[in-house]
């Protein structure tokens, strides 16, 4: 199955309708893991599909993240970035180059999933937890 028919299908399984801008940009999120922004994914299809406008790129994503196609992204500034992989994982927030990258860990999963069924928090449900670790990869890392 092709890019834009997988696409076709993932809105159909959301519920929602292939409409065009909805299918550009769904497309420009599964093309970019670099968990973009609003703005960035508007400069991506703007070349492309000039009269799209940044109001509909921020309401298709708020739509997608409804439809649980997307989540954010917290970088612990004003900016929200999106997530387009909405499978359990966690975040390595890079503070040198403000990149982000997906951290797959069951031990972790396993260690927050026995933390809380031990210490729960009073009239609270969690829902879903994701960590973000910030930092910087060392200028000697070793081969693999």
Same mark, same amino acid.
């Given at each position: 199955?092709?890019?834009?028919?997988?696409?076709?299908?993932?809105?159909?399984?959301?519920?929602?309708?292939? +409409?065009?801008?909805?299918? $550009?940009?769904?497309?420009?999120? &599964? !093309?970019?893991?670099? #968990?973009?922004?609003?703005?960035?994914?508007?400069?991506?299809?703007?070349?492309?599909?000039p009269s799209i406008s940044l109001s509909t790129v921020y309401n298709?994503?708020?739509?997608?993240?409804?439809?649980?196609?997307?989540?954010?992204?917290? +970088?612990?500034?004003?900016? $929200?970035?999106?997530?387009?992989? &909405? !499978?359990?994982?966690? #975040?390595?927030?890079?503070e040198d180059s403000n990149k982000i990258e997906d951290y797959y860990?069951?031990?972790?999963?396993?260690?927050?999933?026995?933390?809380?069924?031990?210490?729960?928090?009073?009239?609270?449900?969690?829902?879903?937890?994701?960590?973000?670790?910030?930092?910087?990869?060392?200028?000697?890392?070793?081969?693999?």
């Open positions: 199955m092709n890019n834009k028919a997988q696409i076709r299908k993932t809105l159909a399984n959301a519920g929602l309708k292939a +409409t065009v801008q909805r299918l $550009v940009i769904l497309e420009a999120l &599964t !093309d970019n893991f670099s #968990h973009p922004t609003a703005e960035s994914i508007y400069r991506q299809i703007k070349k492309k599909y298709t994503l708020e739509v997608f993240r409804q439809h649980g196609l997307v989540r954010f992204v917290n +970088t612990g500034s004003v900016t $929200v970035r999106y997530d387009p992989v &909405t !499978d359990k994982h966690h #975040h390595l927030f890079l860990n069951n031990e972790l999963d396993r260690l927050l999933n026995k933390f809380f069924s031990k210490n729960k928090i009073p009239n609270f449900e969690i829902n879903d937890m994701q960590v973000q670790i910030k930092g910087r990869y060392s200028k000697y890392q070793k081969a693999n």
